[in-house]
């Protein structure tokens, strides 16, 4: 029986956590990499049913970003930035991105821009020579929260290819979430026959941002069938994606699973020690990290013309989701996180609140957010 409010008090054990989630802390070395704050850590990961060249990365505004649905708009910018700013130097010292012979930026719309990878490079090296390639997939049905079979026909709403270099071999970046890692696939394919009208190839594709597991594995078979060399810096952990190919939580139950069956199913995730108690007092257990990334961003580019971020939208379904995942977990041995939850429902309404004005905008959206929020 679900019991009322916050009753559940305790202390987090770590290792208790990472047995009842069997959580990989062991694949992971860490790395000296010179320039980076102090807050920074690179840590090299060594599991090869995922991809040989796997790193993480772990700055505070990445945990931030993980660990706090609320944070969105400028707010969200910010850190992006700073943490795509770390990511940026220790791509140029692994990869020697400058000095490639051409270096592209693959904009995946909506959401990838906002990882802030471009503007990182381009602020950390004005005079470096980049081109942009754009790029819209996306599911012909709605999406949030499910990416499962009926959402899964993906079609590409535009594109535009005509930055790409000729007669050269490219090192493609991709920042983006990478979740099932069709999205991702079906954008490095579209380069890829692009690149060979005029007459260059695909030589390394780096991607960066919340990755799955199941996104690489898919995403190594794309890289073994076109002959490129598939690199992936992930922030903060690589995650087991939930039932409804969407979710993607450090550990914690997959409320997918349990909406649609009834049944517990627990996620995991690699991450490296040191990361996991950072995050751990901060998470709530099967939380999305990204969230909608798009609906938390202020605004965005559609290929077309800029339109805004549902943001309302995006804190009103974290509540919900948060919400329904202290139902489902509050029973478990491991579960001691109600003072967790307590903040980060304070924390969402609060922004909820203030992003009331903002939600005009985009009115029919956000009032059938909020009528599902007030209906539960």
């Known amino acids: 029986m679900t019991k009322p409010g916050f009753i559940r008090k305790g202390i987090l054990k770590i290792d208790e956590v990472i047995d009842a989630f069997r959580i990989d802390v062991d694949s992971s070395e860490p790395l000296r990499i010179p320039g980076l704050r102090e807050t920074t850590r690179v840590y090299r990961v ?12 772990d700055t505070p505004d990445g945990r931030s970003i993980a660990c706090n649905p609320h944070i969105v708009g400028r707010a ?168 409804n190919n969407y979710d993607m939580s450090i550990y914690g139950l997959d409320l997918s699973y349990w909406e649609a069956f009834k049944k517990i199913r ?4 690699v991450t490296p020690l040191p990361v996991l108690e950072a995050c751990l007092p901060d998470f709530v257990p099967g939380s999305d990290q990204p969230g909608d990334f798009s609906s938390r961003q202020r605004l965005l580019f559609n290929g077309i013309e800029w339109e805004h971020g549902a943001i309302f939208c995006h804190l009103s379904n974290s509540i919900s989701f948060i919400r329904d995942l202290r139902m489902i977990s509050e029973d478990e041995s491991w579960y001691s996180h109600d003072e967790i939850i307590r903040k980060k429902l304070k924390a969402l309404y609060i922004t909820l609140l203030s992003y009331i004005p903002h939600s005009c905008l985009y009115p029919r959206k956000a009032f059938s957010c909020l009528n599902k929020l007030l209906s539960k």
């Open 46 to 57: 060594s599991r090869p049913d995922l991809i040989r060249d796997l790193y993480i990365i």
């Open 76 to 243: 969200l910018e910010s850190l992006c930035f700073k943490s795509a700013l770390e990511a940026a130097k220790i791509i140029e010292f692994l990869v020697g991105a400058s000095e490639r012979e051409a270096l592209v930026f693959e904009h995946v719309l909506r959401a990838g821009p906002g990882y802030k990878l471009h503007s990182a490079f381009r602020a950390l090296n004005p005079s470096l020579k980049i081109k942009e390639v754009w790029i819209r997939p996306y599911y012909t049905t709605p999406s949030y929260r499910d990416h499962g079979i009926d959402a899964r026909k993906l079609e590409v709403k535009c594109e535009n290819f005509e930055g790409l270099p000729s007669h050269k071999d490219i090192t493609l970046l991709k920042p983006d979430t990478e979740a099932t890692g069709k999205s991702g696939e079906r954008s490095i394919e579209r380069v890829v026959e692009e690149a060979e009208k005029v007459e260059s190839r695909i030589d390394t594709v780096v991607l960066y941002g919340f990755i799955s597991q199941e996104s690489l594995r898919l995403l190594k078979k794309a890289a073994e069938k076109h002959g490129f060399r598939l690199i992936a810096f992930a922030m903060e952990d690589v995650m087991e994606l939930a039932h």
């Open 266 to 269: 627990k996620l995991s995730s």
